[in-house]
């Protein structure tokens, strides 16, 4: 970790399974629609790990700006490769749950290409995007 390199940390996670007596924040559910490509992926913020569920869908293929250069594109591959995404018609769904430090690192592997995600999740059941949430979060702290 004091050099930045985290490619021994295991980022597969567990099935959780809501816990009547959890607390509220531990089981807040964000979805990220994207109709163009026809992707519906959820996460849950636990832990301050963005926690993409299994079942959540992916682009095939990376996308973006910068090829196969770019952090972001090498992980989506990796992921393929490792089986975390798996091939599914014309997308990829995620094997098992999986842990991002950023929600725009999550948003990116789903859409295949750079996203911003504190616009791109959504708070489930709430239009309020993953950045507005927190900004309330933040406000009822002060």
């Given at each position: 970790?004091?050099?930045?390199?985290?490619?021994?940390?295991?980022?597969?996670?567990?099935?959780?399974?809501?816990?009547?007596?959890?607390?509220?924040?531990s089981?807040?559910?964000?979805t990220?629609?994207n109709r163009?490509?026809?992707?519906?992926?959820?996460?849950i913020?636990?832990?301050?790990?963005?926690i993409?569920e299994?079942?959540?869908?992916?682009?095939?293929?990376?996308?973006?700006?910068?090829?196969?250069?770019?952090?972001?594109?090498?992980l989506h591959?990796?992921?393929?490769?490792?089986?975390?995404?798996?091939a599914?018609?014309?997308?990829?769904?995620?094997?098992?749950?999986?842990?991002?430090?950023?929600?725009?690192?999550?948003?990116?592997?789903?859409?295949?290409?750079s996203?911003?995600?504190?616009t791109?999740?959504?708070l489930?059941?709430?239009?309020?995007?993953?950045?507005?949430?927190?900004?309330?979060?933040?406000?009822?702290?002060?």
């Amino acid at each position: 970790p004091a050099l930045g390199v985290y490619m021994f940390d295991k980022k597969t996670r567990p099935v959780i399974v809501p816990n009547a007596t959890a607390p509220k924040a531990s089981t807040l559910r964000f979805t990220l629609t994207n109709r163009k490509q026809s992707l519906s992926a959820s996460a849950i913020l636990q832990d301050g790990e963005f926690i993409v569920e299994a079942g959540s869908q992916a682009r095939l293929q990376w996308e973006g700006q910068g090829g196969r250069e770019t952090g972001y594109a090498t992980l989506h591959e990796e992921l393929r490769k490792s089986g975390v995404l798996k091939a599914n018609g014309d997308h990829c769904i995620f094997t098992q749950n999986y842990a991002f430090k950023s929600t725009s690192a999550a948003a990116a592997i789903v859409n295949g290409r750079s996203s911003n995600g504190t616009t791109a999740w959504r708070l489930n059941g709430n239009a309020m995007t993953y950045k507005e949430w927190e900004a309330e979060q933040l406000a009822l702290t002060r």
